[in-house]
Each structure stands twice: as structure tokens, then as C-alpha cells.
């Protein structure tokens, strides 16, 4: 199986709104509704802040939301802080009962 | 809030056995309503899924790390293990347990990761 696709970086100043795709075939992204998103920051665990293409976890500000059209999903992040500053990975199961992984896109909040 | 713990040797020779444990503490292993995962990540690199096992002992491991993974259960210690075997420098790594909520599909809980280095 091979990896989801993701940008390498995106950037974008406080306030403003940015989008990260990932894409991947119809044996995972397109097949499933399984579609999570995970930030991390250096030297800590991922930490999950969409699953389920678009729904949020309790305690996650809804500044984070997902989407999906096809094989490509979507993580949108509105009023850019610089707290969001870190690296973003998407996940999808997949039509071999597995999970995959995208390669990480890390954001810059300038 | 269950919390999960990684141990084991941070550094291991190639050609050897790595084995690597996740305690988990404020929930069961047994509860049928979850995965318990081991992922990977190199540093500076992404994350690699690399297998769960489910409360029957139900295992999936990825297709390209089959050939060398085991994952186990210890229902008495409410552990679960990772064993990897004939390793490369390519095995180096931050590995993370992790709890997948069955019907969500998403990685819920991590452990904070343990470091392993492959050399000699």
C-alpha cells in the first residue's frame, strides 16, 4: 500500500484560512468514511483533531474542520493561529482491513 | 482517560529482536470496542502503521513489515506487545502505541513514544 499524498508545507498568517489535501485511490479514501487527521508538534505524539472525514473530537476548536470529494480529503483550518504552527498528517483505512498513512504537510503560521 | 506507555530498549544491534511493550492504564484490553496499535515514525520522516491486534488476539500487521512483526496480548497486565524481528537501521524509529476506537477508525490515544536506534 502505498502512502496518501499531502502537500510537503502550506503557510498562512494569523487569521487567515488554509486547506491541506490528501489524496489517496477508492481501495482507502475514496472507499471509506474513515478518514482521520492528526497534528503534531515536535517531540510529541500525534494528536487526533478530525476523524471520520469531518467530525471533531470533544475539546478540539472548531476553527478544525474535514471534508471529502472522491479520493481526495480535506483538512481546513480557519483563523490560523500561531498555535496551529505544526505538522499535519492525514489516515485512512483501507480495503485490506490496514491503515495508511499521508507523508505529513508542515504548516507555517508566518 | 485511559493513558498508554511504551518500553523497552532504546537501542538495539541489527540482525537482532526488537520488543517493545504498551501498558495501558484507565481502561481494559479486553474491551471489545477497540484496536491496540503499534506506529512507527523515523525521525524527520512520517508516520508508518504497523500493525494491531484486537481483544481475540485478531492480528493485521502491514504488508510490508508482515514477514518480521508479531503483536500479543497480556490481558493479566493489561499489556500488549510489538516484536520485531532481523532488524536494519531502517527499523530506527520513535515507535507509538496507540488505541483505535472500532467504528471511528481513528487513532484516539498514543502513548508519548519510545526511541529506538538500530546499530551496531
Known amino acids: 500500500q502505498s502512502a496518501l499524498t499531502q502537500p510537503a508545507s502550506v503557510s498562512g498568517s494569523p487569521g487567515q484560512s488554509i486547506t491541506i489535501s490528501c489524496t489517496g485511490t477508492?481501495?482507502?479514501?475514496?472507499?471509506?468514511?474513515?478518514v482521520s487527521w492528526y497534528q503534531q508538534h515536535p517531540g510529541k505524539a500525534p494528536k487526533v483533531m478530525i476523524f471520520?472525514?469531518?467530525k471533531r473530537p470533544s475539546g478540539v476548536s472548531n476553527r478544525f474542520s474535514g471534508s471529502k470529494s472522491g479520493n481526495t480529503a480535506s483538512l481546513t483550518i480557519s483563523g490560523l493561529q500561531a498555535e496551529d504552527e505544526a505538522d499535519y498528517y492525514c489516515?485512512?483505512?483501507?480495503?485490506?482491513?490496514?491503515?495508511?498513512f499521508g507523508g505529513g504537510t508542515k504548516l507555517t503560521v508566518l | 482517560q485511559v493513558q498508554l506507555q511504551e518500553s523497552g530498549p532504546g537501542l538495539v544491534k541489527p540482525s537482532q529482536t526488537l520488543s517493545l511493550t504498551c501498558t495501558v492504564s484507565?481502561?481494559?484490553?479486553?474491551?471489545?470496542?477497540?484496536?491496540w496499535s503499534w506506529i512507527r515514525q523515523p525521525a524527520g520522516k512520517g508516520l508508518e502503521w504497523v500493525g494491531h491486534?484486537?481483544?481475540?488476539?485478531?492480528?493485521t500487521y502491514s504488508p510490508s513489515l508482515k514477514s518480521r512483526v508479531l503483536i500479543s496480548l497480556d490481558t493479566s497486565k493489561n499489556q500488549f506487545s510489538l516484536n520485531l524481528n532481523s532488524l536494519t537501521a531502517a527499523d530506527t524509529a520513535v515507535y507509538y502505541c496507540?488505541?483505535?476506537?472500532?467504528?471511528?477508525?481513528?487513532?484516539?490515544?498514543w502513548g508519548q513514544g519510545t526511541p529506538v536506534t538500530v546499530s551496531s
Open positions: 471520520a472525514v469531518g
Open positions: 491486534i484486537y481483544t481475540s488476539g485478531r492480528t
Open positions: 489516515s485512512s483505512y483501507t480495503s485490506s482491513s490496514t491503515w495508511v
Open positions: 477508492s481501495s482507502d479514501v475514496g472507499g471509506f468514511n474513515y
Open positions: 484507565g481502561g481494559s484490553i479486553s474491551s471489545g470496542s477497540f484496536y
Open positions: 496507540a488505541r483505535v476506537t472500532i467504528g471511528v477508525a481513528s487513532f484516539d490515544d
